[in-house]
């Protein structure tokens, strides 16, 4: 299905197995395109995802996609195993140490936009590899607005590709410690300079449970996390917030400092359901008035 406010998301889709101070899951539904589709999908009825999955990759889960209305034309099922990660949280859920990362079917992987999608209006570029999401770009119309997102495995192997992407691209998304890694400085700002200087327009940086950081040469603007007791799995939840920002952002008329703003919050918000259980559990029962409910808390307790 497609219709102006398509919104593209271009990621991973992955069997993940994840350990935490709250539990351990092997083989769970996981993936960037995956948290970031199921978190848009509470914004916008026409979500179009391009990802790859290996034949082992479980039916429940294609159902699953379906059961949020994301459309899954453009998901590959190919010979061989879905890729797989697997990621360990001490007591600081900031920083999951990755045990393993196995690209299988994501290690050939060639995005085909189908045409249809390719006038999408909104692109969520999910943590791939750099080269995939510039293929992606070569393939599409310009839409509205381009959020692309990156994490420490790609730093390490393909910076130079990452500084090149970012003019192409408006909003780059990074959280704390790939920032410092992607800019070799330990100043939140500094690294925001510096991957504004590369052409980014804008930076978005997240801090976890301490919250998110949005730099452009117009404004700043910091948004805290919500306050959570329960927190069982951090995993997603920087997808979640992309979900969330796209989201909101496609449900505007018009791209302004005020729906940035907001569209930060409803990221953070989803975020927040995001890391209250494994996988995307929790966002799978979630309803639009629970999203609704804590947004009017986040305005209480951000306000003075
Ligand atoms: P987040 O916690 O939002 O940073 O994203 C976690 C998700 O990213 C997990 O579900 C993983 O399957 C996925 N992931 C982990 N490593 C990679 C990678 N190198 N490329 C793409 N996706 C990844």
């Known amino acids: 299905m497609n219709n102006n406010n398509s919104i593209l998301i271009v990621g991973s889709v992955a069997m993940d197995s994840i350990e935490t101070p709250f539990g351990k899951r092997e ?14 999908s509470f914004f916008s009825k ?15 889960y294609i159902g699953l996609f379906r059961s949020r209305k994301i459309n899954i034309d453009g998901l590959q099922i190919r010979e061989g195993q879905t890729f797989r990660w697997k990621g360990d949280y001490n007591y600081d859920l900031n920083l999951p140490k990755t045990i393993y990362t196995y690209l299988n079917v994501f290690g050939s992987f060639k995005p085909v936009i189908p045409d249809y999608y390719k006038g999408s209006k909104y692109i969520f570029l999910a943590n791939i ?40 691209i408006d909003i780059f998304l990074v959280n704390e410690s790939e920032a410092r890694q992607l ?16 052409g980014a327009p804008c930076v978005v940086i997240k801090k976890g449970e301490h919250g998110v950081l949005f730099f452009s040469k117009r404004f700043c603007f910091y948004a805290p996390a919500y306050l959570l007791e329960t927190i069982k799995d951090p995993t997603g939840a920087g997808d979640a917030f992309a979900g969330g920002m796209i989201g909101y952002l496609s449900s505007v008329k018009i791209i302004n400092k005020e729906h940035i703003r907001k569209s930060m919050i409803y990221g953070s918000i989803m975020a927040s359901f995001t890391v209250e259980d494994f996988s995307v559990k ?10 609704n409910t804590r947004y009017n808390e986040f305005k209480r307790i951000t306000s003075f």
Not at 27 to 40: D, K, N, P, R, W
Not at 50 to 57: I, L, P, R, T
Not at 190 to 198: E, L, Y
Request: with cysteine; charged share 25%.
């Open 46 to 60: 026409y979500i179009n995802i391009v990802s790859v999955v290996g034949k082992d990759f479980p039916k429940k």
């Open 183 to 198: 800019s070799g400085e330990t100043n939140m700002k500094k690294a925001a300079n510096f991957i504004m200087s590369h």
């Open 282 to 291: 929790r966002l799978l029962k979630l309803s639009m008035r629970d999203i």
């Open 27 to 40: 083989s769970i539904l996981g993936g960037s395109a995956t948290y970031s589709s199921i978190s848009a």
């Open 129 to 168: 590899d750099p080269d995939l999401q510039k293929e992606v770009l070569s393939q599409i119309k310009r839409p509205e607005i381009i959020i692309c997102d990156t994490m420490n495995y790609w730093i390490d192997k393909k910076r130079g590709p990452i500084l090149k992407l970012v003019k192409n």
